[in-house]
């Protein structure tokens, strides 16, 4: 019962989603798709139903109210319809188009940025729609328990569904990891059998994902336990991957020029909706970055710390013919020695700039006022006289008054990152919060990939630091 409600006809994309019968399915993952229609084309279909409940859910109420944003969107579209907007409930009503009446249908707009929020909120409610707006932010406890609010109708055909939307999580966030394995990971076409990714490649050289597009991945704890309880067959997690290109309602090209901005990997996930560009780094892992995994993320850094600035210099402007230059990078690190002379890294902040040489030179002077001049500033030289030239000029020019220090970086790259890398892996890295954490993480987690400037400014402030390799046998004893 989408007609009345909709201003435009589903998109095929959205048409094939619309169409699946089946208990649990995530669309998406990749930008401008068209997954809030989507999300909205869904819990409609079933509004002439009367008693029929759906409920949209977001991190917090804050993002449901965002210009564009879902409730914002659902508020355009049902103005001057019959549906009616309930302050109470955070609903949107809408009368039975049954004949006979009956108790009205109704979207519910709700929000919880945990398990144990949503079962404050939640526990009394019960849905036959449920669908997780940018299910990347979401812990998997938290989108597990909704699963608890889906009830039939009595007397009524409609399924219970759980659905979700998202795009290709950044490493570090709360989704990574788990997403993945739930519907990509072990997806394979519903009727040729082949896995996702082999699909997606295929895609990559220009040939269409087949119809229908549907993906399925095994059945999961909670969709066995579902469908015993109603004395059905388990179905598994599936999967309709969309792309921009599937939406006809976005300015595509526009979409593209922005995308230009961002770095390699998150463009690789918001324009491709590509999920393994940023996971496949041979050297650290999306799942040490989670919560429970090795690396911890912390507010505040103990106040005895006595950290180093190192920088990757690259001075080069994205222009034509080079939209993707390297970066100038810097890392600010420090190592805690903890009871029984154990040690672990602090990772105080990571900065980057794409710029002209004078540029940088502000950008690297600013973080070294910010720092204060008790911070040492250490810069890796290139090979030859140009390199030795240009620590001179930041010695004795732009950081005058600061300790400067160039250094030769000797042998091949993977050796100077593996050190780090064993440090994550073993719980002996701590990073400082910050909105730098994520693009810090994800260029890490895509060491095989294009830019590695954050790599080389950690490794070589991490050699600084511990070049005697104190920490690499605190390692071993770990990992034995």
């Not at 229908?212 to 999967?239: I, M």
């Not at 005895?304 to 920088?311: D, G, I, K, S, V």
Request: with cysteine; net charge neutral.
């Amino acid at each position: 019962m989408v007609k009345p409600y909709s201003p435009h006809r589903p998109a095929p994309k959205q048409e094939a989603w619309l169409r699946l019968d089946a208990e649990e399915a995530l669309f998406g993952g990749s930008a401008g798709s068209g997954k809030s229609d989507a999300a909205l084309l869904a819990a409609l279909q079933y509004v002439d139903v009367p008693a029929y409940s759906a409920a949209i859910f977001r991190l917090t109420d804050v993002d449901a109210e965002k210009p564009g944003a879902i409730l914002n969107r659902a508020r355009a579209w049902f103005a001057g319809t019959a549906a009616k907007w309930d302050d109470k409930s955070n609903s949107f009503v809408f009368p039975s188009l049954q004949l006979g009446g009956g108790e009205p249908a109704s979207i519910h707009f709700g929000y919880g940025k945990s398990k144990a929020e949503l079962e404050q909120r939640y526990s009394g409610p019960a849905f036959q729609f449920i669908l997780v707006e940018e299910l990347q932010q979401w812990q998997q406890d938290a989108y597990l328990w909704l699963f608890s609010r889906m009830r039939r109708l009595l007397g009524h055909p409609v399924p219970l569904r759980m659905r979700a939307n998202c795009n290709p999580p950044s490493f570090g966030s709360r989704g990574s990891g788990w997403i993945r394995g739930r519907f990509i990971d072990h997806a394979r076409h519903v009727a040729d059998g082949r896995p996702y990714k082999e699909h997606w490649q295929a895609r990559e050289r220009g040939e269409p994902i087949p119809d229908p597009p549907y993906f399925e991945s095994p059945p999961s704890t909670e969709a066995v336990e579902l469908a015993a309880k109603y004395g059905r067959k388990a179905q598994g997690a599936f999967f309709i991957p969309a792309f921009p290109e599937d939406n006809p309602g976005l300015d595509w090209e526009d979409y593209r020029f922005k995308m230009v901005k961002l770095d390699a990997a998150t463009r690789a996930q918001l324009e491709r909706g590509d999920w393994w560009k940023v996971s496949g780094g041979k050297f650290f892992k999306p799942e040490w970055f989670e919560e429970g995994g090795p690396v911890q993320f912390m507010a505040a850094a103990p106040a005895n710390l006595m950290p180093l600035r190192a920088w990757d210099l690259a001075a080069t402007k994205p222009r034509k013919g080079r939209k993707d230059p390297d970066w100038s990078a810097g890392v600010k690190m420090a190592k805690e020695v903890l009871q029984g002379d154990r040690l672990r890294i602090w990772i105080l902040d990571a900065r980057r700039t794409r710029d002209e040489p004078g540029a940088v030179e502000v950008f690297v002077k600013d973080a070294a006022d910010e720092d204060s001049q008790l911070v040492p500033v250490h810069i890796e030289e290139e090979p030859g006289s140009a390199g030795k030239n240009n620590t001179h000029n930041y010695a004795t020019k732009v950081l005058k008054g600061f300790q400067v220090q160039g250094h030769r970086k000797t042998g091949p790259k993977p050796e100077h990152w593996k050190p780090l890398s064993s440090d994550a892996r073993n719980g002996l890295v701590v990073l400082l919060r910050g909105p730098w954490n994520a693009e810090f993480v994800a260029e890490l987690c895509a060491l095989t990939d294009e830019h590695d400037d954050f790599a080389d400014a950690a490794a070589l402030a991490r050699s600084l630091l511990l070049g005697d390799g104190s920490l690499e046998r605190l390692a071993a004893l770990v990992a034995e």
